[in-house]
C-alpha cells in the first residue's frame, strides 16, 4: 500500500525535490502510460520539467520512492480497464485508479460549482482553486453492489444474477446501484433490491469496497438474502433478465461473469466457493 503523505501535497520545495528521483506514469482520458524510473523516461519524453500543476503526487513507497502522475497524452497509453485485466502490479493498480479518478475530475471541472470562476489544480493535484482563491475537493460518488442469495450451502444453493439494458446478452452480474441524497448504504441495498427486481432482502452484510475512477464512484459491496419463491417484478428501463441459478448450475452454465478485477466477480466467486454464506 502506499503512503500517501498528504502533508506533502502543501510543500512546494519538497515536490519539486521529489520529482527529480520520482516514478511517473502519464494519464489522459482514462488511459495510462507504462511507469518510467525517471521523469525524463516518459513514453515521448519531454515532460521531466512538465509544469507542476500538470503534476499528481500518489504518494511514496515504503523505501521512500515518490510517485506521480503527469496529465498528458503520450504515445502509447493504454486504456485504465485494460491494463487492470493484467495488471503489472498491485502497487501501479492502486497508483493507476487514484491518478485516473483526479485526472477525470480535472478535466471534467473546469469551473469552481458555486462562483463558475476557472479554476487551476494546486496541492499537488488534490484541490482546485480559483484566482480568489475558492477551493474545492474531489467528490466521489457511492454505489452499492448486492450479491443477493437465499442462504443455503452446498451445490443446491441458489444466487440471483441479472442482466443490465446496456449488456450483451450473455452477461450476468449482481445487482448495482447508486445511493441517494441522505439514504444510508444498507437503504439503497434494500430500495434497489425492490426497485430493480421486485425482490425484498434481508440480512444484509458489507463485504468489501474498491475506488472506480470511471464515474468516480466507490463501489460499496453486500450480500443480502432473499426468498426465491417471491416473484421477480424487472424494471424495464434497467433490468433485461434476471434468474435463480444454483451453484452447480451456474459453475456448469456459458454465461459471463463480471471480470476478475471487480467486487461483484469477488462476490460471485466467493458465493460459489462457499466462503459467503
Known amino acids: 500500500m502506499i503512503d500517501r503523505s498528504e502533508f506533502r501535497r502543501t510543500d512546494p520545495e519538497w515536490l519539486a525535490e521529489a520529482w ?64 487492470l485485466l493484467d495488471p503489472p502490479s498491485d502497487l501501479f493498480v492502486e ?5 485516473v479518478a483526479l485526472a477525470n475530475w480535472h478535466e471534467s471541472h473546469l469551473f469552481h460549482p458555486r462562483t463558475g470562476h476557472p479554476t487551476r489544480p494546486v496541492h499537488a493535484g488534490w484541490v482546485q482553486q480559483t484566482e480568489a482563491g475558492d477551493l474545492t475537493w474531489p467528490r466521489t460518488n457511492p454505489a452499492v453492489l ?44 434494500a430500495r434497489e433490491s425492490f426497485e430493480e427486481l421486485g425482490v425484498v432482502v434481508s440480512d444484509i452484510r458489507y463485504v468489501a469496497s474498491e475506488g472506480w475512477p470511471f464515474a468516480d464512484e466507490l463501489m460499496v459491496g453486500f450480500t443480502a438474502l432473499a426468498d426465491p419463491d417471491q416473484p421477480l417484478v424487472l424494471d424495464p428501463a434497467e433490468i433485461a433478465e434476471a ?19 471487480s467486487i461483484s466477480r469477488m462476490m460471485i466467486d466467493n458465493w460459489l466457493a462457499g466462503k459467503l454464506p
Open 95 to 99: 497508483l493507476a485508479l487514484a491518478a
Open 20 to 83: 527529480g528521483r520520482a516514478r511517473v506514469f502519464a494519464v489522459h482520458g482514462g488511459r495510462v502510460s507504462a511507469m518510467s524510473d525517471t521523469p525524463s523516461g516518459l513514453p515521448g519524453g519531454g515532460l521531466a520539467s512538465a509544469d507542476a500543476a500538470a503534476r499528481l503526487f500518489l504518494g511514496v513507497d515504503g523505501e521512500g520512492t515518490p510517485y506521480f502522475a503527469v496529465m498528458s497524452e503520450v504515445p502509447d497509453m493504454t486504456l485504465l480497464r485494460e491494463v
Open 146 to 189: 448486492v450479491l443477493i442469495h437465499d442462504g443455503v450451502t452446498g451445490d443446491n444453493g441458489r444466487i440471483l444474477l441479472s442482466r443490465n439494458v446496456a449488456r450483451p446478452g450473455n452477461v450476468r452480474s449482481v445487482t448495482a446501484g447508486f445511493v441517494s441524497p441522505g439514504e444510508s448504504l444498507e437503504g439503497t441495498v
Open 243 to 261: 434468474e435463480w441459478r444454483t451453484r452447480a448450475e451456474l459453475r456448469s452454465s456459458d454465461v459471463l461473469l463480471p471480470a476478475r478485477i
